[in-house]
């Protein structure tokens, strides 16, 4: 005789069966996920504009998706080296360099900018008030770096500059790390440095241009700073854009969950999307390793140089 409880326990079997067994066995390997984010500007920062990514993918993935800022680019490799990151946001650079010391993670997607590419360059950035028009007119002078991975920050503009015929540690009087793309940008502002390599999506997209939407850069004076008050004395050729990336060791089912939540956040949740850029990225474009081949070979150039200073 059927009652409310036999039917209850009806439902719940039924419902224990539409749930593929594959997706029953990675649930109860993987009950929570971690997404590990480079330290692109200061923590608050990264967690405001990461959160509503997280809390998607916790609905369409169906575990809870954490959120997990790096102290610095090396944590993250080192994250998902130990199994701990599942799901990476990288550089490049650190993406590149987390496959030469053997860590197995695939690419997933990158971000397309406003301007079609899915990409960016590093620039060496200069106070427009400055006498500082060129890279030679900093020769002896302080340069901001980012983090020893950060593609923009310090390996391209190695890579780059020493193309150009200038060797960064022969060149500047003093390089430093400041931790963060913004960290450097504040270096310059506050005199500590007299230039500071950083990234550069578009005219209307760049590390200073989020900080001035942020209200973070000022004067002596305590007015706000403007894009014009810098300037760009280096450009280096066109980068592709860092990766999210997953663990290669993710059962089958569990990788495809996520890679096709990533391709579908840019229509399905819009702002979650627009979030990660302010709104000025177009789309997500699958990615995969072999689009990082040429920054590998950047890595192994620079590797070799600083192996002959």
Do not use: C
Not at 44 to 55: A, F, I, Q
Not at 94 to 110: I, Q, Y
Not at 137 to 162: E, I, Y
């Amino acid at each position: 005789m059927l009652n409310r409880r036999t039917l209850v326990g009806a439902f719940a079997a039924l419902a224990t069966l539409a749930v593929p067994a594959a997706a029953q066995d990675w649930k109860a390997k993987y009950p929570e996920l971690t997404l590990g984010v480079i330290p692109a500007e200061n923590a608050s920062g990264t967690v405001d504009r990461y959160t509503p990514l997280t809390e998607y993918l916790t609905k369409e993935i169906g575990v809870p998706v954490k959120l997990r800022v790096a102290n610095d680019y090396a944590a993250v490799i080192e994250g998902q080296r130990a199994g701990n990151i599942q799901i990476a946001f990288y550089g490049p650079a650190s993406f590149s360099r987390a496959v030469m010391t053997g860590v197995k993670t695939e690419p997933v997607v990158n971000q397309k900018h406003s301007n079609g590419a899915s990409g960016y360059y590093s620039v060496v950035y200069v106070k427009a008030d400055s006498p500082y028009k060129t890279l030679a007119d900093l020769k002896g002078k302080n340069l901001a770096l980012v983090d020893p991975n950060s593609t923009s920050g310090n390996q391209a503009p190695r890579f780059f500059m020493q193309k150009a015929g200038y060797d960064v540690e022969k060149h500047f009087g003093k390089t430093f790390f400041a931790g963060s793309h913004e960290n450097a940008v504040l270096a310059l502002v506050q005199g500590t440095a007299d230039a500071a390599a950083n990234l550069w999506n578009s005219e209307d997209d760049t590390a200073v241009t989020r900080m001035i939407t942020k209200g973070m850069l000022k004067n002596a004076d305590g007015s706000p700073m403007k894009q014009s008050d810098f300037r760009v004395v280096f450009k280096s050729e066109f980068l592709p854009e860092g990766p999210f990336a997953i663990l290669s060791s993710l059962p089958d089912d569990l990788k495809k969950s996520i890679r096709e939540a990533f391709v579908a956040v840019p229509k399905k949740d819009k702002a979650a999307f627009d979030r990660l850029s302010d709104g000025k990225d177009l789309d997500f474009t699958a990615v995969t390793l072999k689009d990082y081949q040429p920054i590998i070979e950047m890595l192994r150039y620079n590797d070799e140089q600083r192996k002959r200073s």
